[in-house]
């Protein structure tokens, strides 16, 4: 199984960024993909997840800011980000959790400005 993350980079408080994760070796339209973060000097926490009948899940204080979505043809979940704030600056992970076992890509470092 492979993740890979993009479309991280430095952006300014009150920008957008979207996220791509694209998936390989698995099945991708039958499973839940999730968004995690981890900011420095904290643990990782849960970002956003979407099951595999594309419902939305978010941490409650990134409600309305942040939207996940998935293309089952081109295999990728997205992260669309906005008015995004300094706290918010992390090394943003895609997961997927096949049978028991977490899956991580290498993440990207969203930063953000004041």
């Known amino acids: 199984v492979q993740l890979q993350a993009s479309g991280g980079g430095l952006v300014q408080a009150g920008g957008s960024l979207r996220l791509s994760c694209a998936v390989s070796?698995?099945?991708?339209?039958?499973?839940?993909m999730g968004w995690y973060r981890q900011a420095p000097g904290k643990q990782r926490e849960l970002v956003a997840t979407i099951t595999a009948f594309s419902n939305p899940n978010y941490a409650e204080s990134l409600k309305g800011r942040f939207t996940i979505s998935r293309d089952n043809a081109k295999r990728t979940v997205y992260l669309q980000m906005n008015s995004l704030k300094p706290e918010d600056t992390a090394v943003y992970y895609c997961?997927?959790?096949?049978?028991?076992?977490?899956?991580w890509g290498k993440g990207t470092l969203v930063t953000v400005s004041s």
């Open positions: 070796g698995i099945i991708f339209s039958i499973n839940d």
């Open positions: 997961n997927v959790n096949k049978a028991g076992i977490d899956y």
